[in-house]
């Protein structure tokens, strides 16, 4: 990447200017979210009722919408939120959280998509899925390697006009053309709730500092979560303990320790 927009300097911008994002997420990923968006130094918003969630997507500096505990009413405000932010011209990050699982689902994503979300952020089962192809995931848990996904996770971008991001054990971010890795991390991530949910709320928050530049706010965002999961899972116990040293972490994440850990490679 380019001096001007390493990973570190998308964390002091965005220290600097707190962005306000909406995050229609889970009921089991709304306080960790919050809690994950406010140590890295974001200021997010769980508006997610039909009544607002529109009128909220133009205010806000980006939107996130993650499919996790779907309803009726909660998809209505999805789409509401997502023509929203387009009309506003607002960058939106879309998490399809298990959305083969249900015919419900499957009709959800599929008008989600229709709005162009600037990113997609999943694990590898949602993207091969998401992709056409066949996957071995089962619920929201994820059954294949992120290796295996990286061609959907090209063919969805080359489809959309987007950027997509699978997360795992080492991340992969392509706009279609360019594509790089992130590692790092910690085996005790996946043990503690809704951390993928939160970084797609994380991911929302970078796209609002850069948003002529989703690929590399998308970059950012899984490297910020690579480096301070590492300085988590060095010194954790467990997940019990992981989950406050991570939130810690990212509190005490610089801009320079971010760039001289990040480890980022072409893909």
């Not at 939107?63 to 506003?88: D, E, F």
């Not at 590492?230 to 005490?252: H, I, T, V, Y």
Request: negative net charge.
């Amino acid at each position: 990447m380019q001096d001007q927009i390493t990973p570190g300097n998308l964390l002091r911008t965005m220290r600097a200017n707190p962005p306000l994002v909406q995050c229609i997420t889970n009921f089991v990923a709304m306080n960790i979210a919050a809690n994950v968006m406010l140590a890295a130094g974001a200021s997010p918003a769980m508006v997610h009722a039909e009544e607002e969630a529109g009128e909220f997507a133009a205010i806000s500096g980006a939107l996130t919408i993650n499919i996790g505990t779907l309803s009726a009413g909660w998809l209505r405000g999805m789409l509401k939120a997502a023509q929203s932010a387009n009309n506003a011209g607002k960058p939106w990050v879309l998490d399809p959280v298990a959305h083969y699982a249900t015919a419900f689902r499957r009709d959800a994503i599929t008008r989600l998509l229709e709005l162009k979300p600037t990113i997609i952020r999943g694990n590898a089962s949602e993207i091969i899925a998401l992709a056409g192809g066949t996957s071995r995931g089962q619920g929201v848990d994820s059954r294949d390697a992120v290796e295996q996904a990286e061609d959907s996770a090209l063919q969805l971008a080359e489809k959309h006009s987007c950027v997509v991001a699978v997360t795992g054990v080492t991340d992969f971010v392509t706009d279609g053309q360019k594509a790089k890795r992130i590692a790092g991390g910690s085996p005790l991530m996946p043990q503690v709730t809704a951390l993928g949910c939160s970084l797609t709320c994380l991911v929302g928050a970078f796209a609002a500092v850069a948003p002529d530049d989703p690929f590399h706010a998308t970059i950012t965002a899984l490297t910020v979560f690579a480096v301070a999961g590492q300085q988590a899972g060095a010194a954790a116990e467990g997940p019990g303990s992981f989950s406050w040293r991570f939130l810690d972490a990212l509190a005490a994440l610089t801009p320079e320790t971010l760039d001289h850990d990040a480890r980022i490679s072409a893909a």
